[in-house]
């Protein structure tokens, strides 16, 4: 990997933390992987992110799965062998970022979530010990490195224990869905991000900091310049979202720095033509059914959410990606948490889950947020 080049050169890999944890499975550490699109001379090649484009379409399956081999890797999600989710035991979880003291409003989320388990376990006491009981389950989102302070994760947990609200999987207790620390789930998210890939779902954009700025400015200009009084379209303008599979291999192969965006769906199918071109039909609607405000719809997918980053230019995942990721395979069968999510953030994660060919989706809770006086 040093200097060799490669026909099918593929996006960067997710970094792999190497932090030690008495609840992750003891497997040797994957070998360095390259970062910003440099390499050296003792790098070696990747075994995390890694992407075929449909356009052109290269028999490399052989090299894939030898260089690859968490390629094939099933993924499998556990709700969707549920056919009445009403009827199952909850399994809830409270995943809080490690970056100080629990606050009152955290605090009251995982009260909710713990309440949810515990009411179930109190009215069903002989399946308690059943392998697909209740469970409450603390997770830590902690893949912002920047936010993390070094006792939070400490904090968090004794904050919770003098609750009481006590957890049946997580960090400090392990579990069937181990580790529950984001930063250590790099290849799970890698084999996601491949899901995406091949299934021209996600793609690279090699966007400069100044274009992006560009672009955020130009959509301040139109939306203050339209009339119609909508809601503000998302800045991005799609630059590379169709962009020539030759110009993308070779700034690959160039090892320029890129992120990964999401390909948000654009247009429904239209019912009158069998055309699927995406200029016709009408915008994607995106609709959920939440616990507490009934259908939420948003109208338009595309301006709404546009095609948001998934991976950053770093490599390190973004928290929608991961998110909307562990509640799946971790089998959650509700998400409570508040309000400030519903705007943006869990209309990307269904839209994630719909593209990973999640059947059953979790149901949704978002409860008002707890406010000063002065309104904040």
């Known amino acids: 990997a040093g200097g060799a080049t490669n026909n099918n050169t593929r996006p960067h890999a997710l970094p792999h933390h190497q932090r030690p944890s008495s609840s992750s499975p003891t497997t040797p550490p994957p070998p360095t992987l390259r970062r910003h699109g440099v390499s050296s001379s003792s790098s070696l090649p990747s ?162 900091e100044m274009q992006l700025m560009e672009m955020k400015i130009n959509a301040r200009h139109a939306t203050a310049a339209a009339s119609d009084g909508g809601a503000a379209p998302h800045y991005y303008d799609g630059t590379w979202r169709d962009a020539p599979a030759e110009d993308v291999q070779k700034r690959l192969r160039a090892g320029e720095l890129h992120s990964i965006r999401f390909k948000s769906p654009q247009r429904s199918p239209s019912s009158s033509s069998s055309s699927s071109s995406p200029e016709q039909g009408t915008p994607y609607r995106l609709t959920i059914t939440d616990d507490i405000r009934g259908s939420v719809t948003w109208n338009d997918v595309a301006r709404s959410v546009g095609d948001f980053v998934i991976v950053r230019s770093d490599g390190s995942p973004v928290y929608n990606l991961c998110c909307a990721v562990d509640d799946a395979l971790m089998g959650v069968t509700t998400v409570v948490r508040g309000e400030e999510h519903l705007s943006v953030n869990t209309a990307k994660q269904v839209l994630i889950l719909e593209a990973l060919g999640v059947l059953t989706m979790p149901r949704y809770a978002h409860v008002g947020l707890i406010m000063n006086e002065e309104g904040g």
């Open 47 to 208: 075994k995390s992110l890694s992407h075929r484009r449909k356009r052109p379409k290269l028999d490399t399956s052989s090299i894939e799965n030898e260089l690859y081999p968490h390629r094939s890797r099933p993924i499998a999600f556990p709700l969707d062998e549920v056919t009445n989710l009403d009827a199952c035991a909850p399994r809830v979880r409270f995943a809080p970022s490690p970056t100080g003291s629990l606050h009152v409003g955290g605090a009251r989320t995982g009260l909710y979530n713990w309440l949810l388990a515990k009411k179930w376990k109190l009215s069903h006491p002989h399946a308690a010990a059943h392998p697909h009981s209740a469970s409450f389950i603390v997770r830590l989102e902690d893949t912002d490195q920047n936010r993390n302070t070094d006792n939070g994760e400490a904090s968090l947990l004794s904050d919770l224990q003098w609750l009481g609200f006590h957890h049946d999987e997580g960090p400090s207790k392990g579990g069937p869905h181990r580790p529950y620390r984001q930063s250590d789930r790099s290849e799970v998210y890698s084999a996601v991000v491949n899901r995406l890939l091949d299934n021209d779902a996600a793609y690279p954009c090699f966007c400069t």
